[in-house]
């Protein structure tokens, strides 16, 4: 055993290799050499180090041995000698027209056994060619510098530099994607990574899908390489396409918003749906203008929802509120569900559960039972059931070590399809009006044995007024050989609806509307096909085939082909965004609150003292833009600063709901930010961190704030509050320092250079513009990252 261990190939690591801190200069010195067979024959084995292992010739036929991969990995990447050979692994992946060979080497620095870094590169097992690279350093001395030392255009002519020495071949193939990767927001922190792509440029347009993608960090090092490159495509010669103009009426044309009841996620007061019009984005053929579907290496689709519901009318009512028994419980499930011969209740568990999104109490009973035959176990069944009126939610059987069936289904998917509607009137004919069967697409099970087809997949859509309701579903599967029902999922929300649909804006404006969001691009997309035994197979199932050893890679035939289209891509924000079926606005879907896609610019900072602080404030919303004017002079409010403060200290994120929150009406700290407030969650957020003091239970969110009070809020903000309260320690020394309440806060803050003194005088009193608040908190945060400490290790 021990000498087949010796003769392994490869010796993966298990851990996900992170990014690298090296310098770009670091890779000048090995890679003056061009990329090719030259620098391949130019290639040396490596010496010095320890090796992976006994020497030994690999089994393998490539052009590349490990030894040469080795040598041209560190000659690419400059690896550093203490860094030894860990692990090596050959793979080969398909191509659209062929395959190609790669090894993968990782290489790791360790320290008295401390794993202190690790470097993967990753080389063409035939030509050479780096194709990836990426590391990571264990170095806790390193801290960020804000504002950053390289911004995104520096990093991009870094990058550049880069692939000129190590993929020269590629670069007159390679445009910029100015959009991909780009930070909206402007940075709040000094630990930025730049992601960077170059797309492949085939007949003057770009192929999106093939690329080379680096990724540079603030301080200019290069923290990963990728080529992602298929050269075997054959790509469609096209003498005449609709132009941008024709492409975009197609566009239009094609478009069909749906309505549907949304949830933002993090809406302040009472969570409740809101009706959207969503527009999924589409591809039409560039030539003919067809519209195009999803790729066919997703062939299983979920099927078409019925334009009718399961009932014109409901069938029933819902059941009436009471208290249900585990007995009652159990009884129900029996009623609902042919449970297998044999089955014992084995557990129970009964929870209580009060919804925050609906401000309810739910209630469910959590059932199990075993299955057994002759003193034996063969399976095992459960199911929930609402412990308010006895509704039965989910139930699930499953036999353990079933033998497999053989020969065709005795059910067909149109029995399968019956029973699983049958069953979703019977357990809910309150909605049956209002639900939706998916029907599947019957090619999806053509050809298909019982043995690999054993249960038919059935969903179901819940609309309101015409609306789907996004956040509700209904799945049943069907036995293929006994028509029972093996799995039975609802989950069905409790939110109030109104009796009657509200008027909505036009289909009309809702494409127009979303085609501002959308923009048009003409690229290319390679369409894949897998057939086995004839038969098309979706991606997903072919991989899961393949890696279970059900079948063999050369059992299954692929047919790639590439192909032109117009598809509709969303727009670059910082934010993701819905539109208003009422009202035709934009609005956030995190929040709910009222947005736009074209962000408001402030027009009465060109040339102010203040102007890129104010952006960086405009851009986080800390402050208000109206009628294009940011007010710069005007005094900044205490809800302002402490937004502000919020923001700086979350790197620009929005707090999270507090713990002790209740969507339904949360409990406010202060008498005049009530919950549902703009500064709400700031203002507790600030609390929470001990950055203000509950005091006599009024915020005043609305009042001004004196140089004084801001100083001790910045220092609170550092971490030095306490300390600063030592006056022996910090000594104002400033000519109006009789006047100062905080004289420590004003000494660090003055110290740090975040305020300034006017005429020795710190003016503890006077009131602070937003323009003066902008810039305190920019320089807090380069103070923030100066004053960043690595820990002492002991």
């Known amino acids: 055993m021990k000498r087949n261990n010796r003769k392994k190939l490869a010796v993966m690591l298990s851990t996900v290799m992170l990014m690298s801190v090296l310098p770009a200069a670091a890779f000048a010195e090995s890679v003056n050499k061009p990329v090719g067979t030259s620098a391949v024959a130019q290639a040396a084995p490596s010496s010095g180090g320890d090796k992976m292992g006994e020497a030994f010739e690999a089994p393998v036929n490539v052009a590349i041995t490990k030894e040469k991969a080795e040598a041209l990995a560190r000659q690419y990447v400059s690896i550093p000698k203490e860094y030894v050979l860990q692990g090596a692994n050959l793979s080969m992946e398909m191509l659209a027209g062929g395959k190609r060979n790669s090894w993968g080497l990782d290489f790791v620095k360790k320290v008295n056994g401390k794993h202190l870094g690790s470097i993967y590169v990753r080389i063409h097992a035939d030509k050479g060619q780096l194709l990836e690279f990426n590391s990571y350093t264990d170095n806790p001395s390193a801290k960020p510098t804000y504002p950053l030392k390289v911004e995104r255009d520096a990093a991009q002519q870094i990058a550049l530099q880069f692939i000129d020495k190590i993929a020269s071949d590629y670069k ?26 170059f797309d492949r440029v085939v007949q003057d347009i770009p192929y999106v899908d093939n690329y080379i993608e680096l990724e540079v960090d603030s301080e200019g090092h290069i923290q990963r390489f990728s080529l992602q490159w298929d050269d075997t495509i054959t790509f469609p010669k096209v003498d005449a396409k609709l132009t941008l103009e024709e492409a975009n009426a197609k566009l239009r044309a094609a478009s069909d918003p749906k309505l549907a009841y949304i949830v933002p996620r993090n809406m ?37 929802v019925s334009d009718t519901p399961l009932t014109d009318k409901p069938l029933g009512e819902e059941p009436k509120a009471t208290t249900i028994t585990e007995k009652q419980a159990a009884d129900a499930v029996k009623a609902a569900f042919k449970l297998p011969a044999g089955a014992e209740l084995n557990g129970s568990n009964y929870s209580e559960n009060n919804n925050e999104s609906t401000g309810k109490l739910e209630a469910y009973w959590h059932l199990n039972w075993s299955i057994k035959k002759d003193g034996k176990e063969l399976g095992s069944a459960s199911a929930s059931v609402d412990g308010r009126n006895g509704v039965v ?41 209002e639900l939706y069967l998916v029907k599947p697409d019957p090619k999806q099970y053509e050809g298909l044995s019982a043995s690999e087809n054993r249960q038919y997949y059935f969903n179901f859509v819940h609309k309101i007024h015409g609306a789907e309701v996004e956040f ?61 035994n004839g038969q098309p197979i979706p991606i997903e199932k072919y991989n899961l085939m393949l890696a279970s050893g059900e079948i063999k890679g050369n059992e ?93 200290r979350n790197s620009g994120r929005l707090p999270s709901m507090l713990s002790s929150a209740d969507s339904a009406g949360a409990k406010a700290s202060f008498n005049d930010v009530a919950y549902g407030s703009n500064y709400f969650l700031y203002v507790e957020s600030a609390l929470e961190q001990n950055l203000i003091d509950v005091g006599d239970g009024s915020f005043n ?89 690595a820990p002492i290790r002991m």
Request: hydrophobic fraction near 40%; aromatic fraction near 10%; proline fraction near 4%.
């Open 472 to 532: 509700d579903r209904i799945n049943v599967s069907i036995d293929s050989r006994t028509g029972e029902i093996l799995n039975y999922d609802t989950n069905l929300s409790d939110f109030e609806y109104p009796a009657d649909a509200p008027a909505l804006i036009k289909k009309e404006q809702a494409v127009a509307e979303w085609l501002t969001y959308y923009r048009t691009q003409l690229t290319y997309r390679l369409i894949q096909q897998f057939s086995w």
């Open 556 to 648: 299954v035939e692929t047919a790639t082909e590439a192909e032109l289209v117009y598809r509709l891509v969303p727009r670059l924000m910082d934010e993701q965004v819905f539109l208003d079926a009422e009202t035709g606005s934009w609005r956030n879907r995190d929040t709910g609150e009222a947005t736009q896609l074209e962000k408001p610019k402030a027009q009465d900072i060109e040339g102010h003292f203040a102007q890129r602080q104010l952006e960086l404030m405009v851009a986080y919303k800390a402050l208000d833009v109206k009628d294009g004017q940011v007010r710069p002079n005007e005094l900044v409010t205490r809800g302002e600063l402490i937004k502000m403060l919020v923001l700086a």
């Open 701 to 789: 969110p609305g009042g001004k704030v004196s140089r004084d009070e801001m100083a001790e809020l910045i220092v609170r903000a550092l971490g030095y509050n306490a300390l600063a309260n030592y006056d022996h320690i910090f000594k104002a020394t400033f000519k109006d320092a009789t006047q100062i309440e905080n004289k420590g806060q004003a000494a660090i803050v003055v110290g740090l250079k975040i305020m300034s003194l006017s005429d020795g005088k710190f003016l503890p009193k006077k009131q602070v513009t937003r323009g003066e608040a902008s810039v305190a908190f920019f320089r807090y945060l380069q103070s923030r990252a100066e004053l960043q400490e």
């Open 393 to 433: 939610r989910n139930f699930y059987t499953y036999t353990y070590n079933e033998q497999a069936p053989s020969g065709s289904p005795s059910v067909t998917v149109e029995q399968a399809s019956a029973l699983a509607t049958d069953a979703v009137k019977k357990h809910l004919p309150w909605l049956t009006d």
């Open 268 to 304: 302040q007061g009472k969570r409740k749906p809101v009706l959207s019009y969503e527009l999924q984005a589409i591809s039409i053929d560039a030539v003919t203008g067809e519209i195009k579907g999803p790729s066919k290496d997703a062939y299983f689709r979920a099927g078409t």
């Open 172 to 197: 007159a193939q390679l445009k910029y994607n100015p959009e991909y990767g780009v930070q909206l927001l402007p940075p709040l922190s000094g630990q930025v990574v730049h992601s960077l792509r």
